[in-house]
């Protein structure tokens, strides 16, 4: 009872227990075994969840992020034996194709453990061999003279990460909500520069449909050499500048907290400081590429007399098929890491922010290395890969970056808009 004013006190409830700033190892184990999405990311602000000491430590982690697609590793050597004992052409591409999308998440894996900490020098290792798939399968088709697979393929995964996994994304982040929220800041530039580097690979094209009825064929195909080297110089270029922007110039553009508030990215992306062994690491890489490389071999040199015997084309093969080999396990786990359960501050950066940048790094990965790669590599070894793409694979390309770009820009989605992507083609 109070004396002065005659009134019952409130009875005095020991309140929560002040957060410490060190959390127990147990807590913060299980915080970043629920967000295991950063473990695939590139960006500047992205620390590699998976540091181990060995292949039985590390295991979990991988079968915790890929873990339907770990299971396919069987398929390696049964595709491999499928090829060297001549079995039907059908059956050896299905079984090689299968083996290749289980050793792309494998080879993501280690590639991720090799590059991290190195500065900007693990943008561009992540940038080449974290699509390392994509990479050997578009240099073993350039080799045998199909260069309609290597530029479909990379057209193929820009349409897959533009429409269907963001699409998904917005789908699972948004489902049983007015709408979700992620950060236009973050989202701008990438977009920004996603859009010119599309409309700089187009113009090759464009000037060859121009140029059709006035330039010769040799002439037109001289040019287009010409034109496609000088534009892959270019991207080259801008290349170094789209790595020194996030690693050195800009970081806080990718690592600040944006509030008072810590982001939800840099608080999960401080696990213990353990490093992984390189050699384990290295060893694992070099044997999933060397075996990689095989499959892809029988992929490629099947390829023609299995389009033939399933009735498919040429121009489904490369935009559908052969980036599906190597971007389906990680698409998956983007997609389903993109929800974000419960409420964080308003400038805080939530699991579609990294689910956006993610994406758009990996659509900048194939158009920004990749394919100038690709180009500088056949004029290297004489081989005319050129930037010209088939009418129909343009008009494609330029409507999902289109879509992408102007979606992204408004800071928030609903599952509608991931229905509309996923339907757009």
């Known amino acids: 009872m109070d004396p002065v ?21 147990g807590g913060l184990l299980r915080r970043i075994n629920s967000l295991p999405l950063a473990s695939i990311s590139r960006t500047a602000s992205a620390s590699l969840f998976t540091r181990t000491e060995t292949w039985g430590d590390a295991g979990p982690s991988l079968n915790h992020s890929y873990g339907p697609a770990k299971g396919l590793l069987v398929f390696v050597p049964i595709g491999i034996a499928a090829g060297v004992c001549g079995l039907p052409d059908v059956a050896t591409l299905i079984l ?30 992540r940038a080449i061999f974290g699509n390392a798939i994509e990479l050997i399968i578009s240099i073993t088709a350039m080799c045998y003279g199909q260069f309609q697979l ?3 393929t990379m057209i193929g995964s820009t349409i897959l990460y533009s429409l269907f996994v963001l699409g998904g994304s917005f789908l699972c982040a948004s489902y049983g909500k007015d709408h979700q929220m992620f950060s236009k800041t973050r989202t701008g530039a990438m977009s920004a520069l996603v859009m010119v ?45 789209y790595l020194a922007f996030p690693f050195q110039t800009h970081h806080e553009l990718f690592n600040s907290d944006h509030g008072p508030t810590r982001s ?28 990689a490389g095989i499959c892809t071999n029988y992929v490629i040199r099947n390829i023609d007399l299995t389009v ?29 890491n993109a929800r974000q359960e419960g409420n964080i ?3 805080t950066a939530n699991k579609l922010d990294c689910v956006i940048r993610l994406i758009m790094t990996n659509i900048l990965d194939t158009l920004l290395f990749i394919m100038p790669l690709l180009v500088l590599l056949g004029w290297a070894i004489d081989k005319p890969m050129t930037m010209q793409f088939g009418l129909f694979e ?7 970056i289109v879509i992408m770009t102007y979606l992204v820009q408004h800071g928030k989605t609903t599952y509608f808009e991931g229905f509309m992507l996923i339907g757009t083609p």
Do not use: D, Y
């Open 5 to 25: 004013n005659g009134v019952e006190a409130p009875i005095s409830r020991p309140g929560p227990r002040p957060s410490s700033h060190l959390e127990p190892q």
């Open 96 to 125: 090689n194709f299968l083996a290749l999308a289980s050793l792309a998440p494998f080879i993501t894996f280690t590639v991720l453990g090799l590059s991290n900490g190195v500065g900007v020098s693990s943008g561009l290792l």
């Open 150 to 152: 290597p530029q479909g």
């Open 197 to 241: 580097v599309s409309i700089c690979l187009t113009i090759p094209t464009i000037m060859s449909i121009s140029n059709k009825e006035s330039v010769p064929q040799e002439g037109r195909q001289r040019n287009m050499l010409i034109l496609s080297h000088g534009t892959s110089v270019v991207l080259f270029f801008l290349s170094i500048s």
């Open 264 to 291: 939800l990215t840099v608080l999960l992306m401080q696990p213990e400081h353990v490093t992984t062994s390189p050699l384990i690491l290295a060893s694992g890489f070099l044997g999933a590429m060397v075996c």
């Open 308 to 336: 033939k015997m399933l009735h498919l084309t040429k121009s489904f093969t490369g935009l559908v098929l052969l980036p599906l080999a190597g971007n389906l396990a990680k698409s998956f786990n983007i997609i389903r």
């Open 345 to 347: 501050a308003p400038k």
């Open 394 to 400: 343009t008009v494609v390309f330029l409507q999902s």
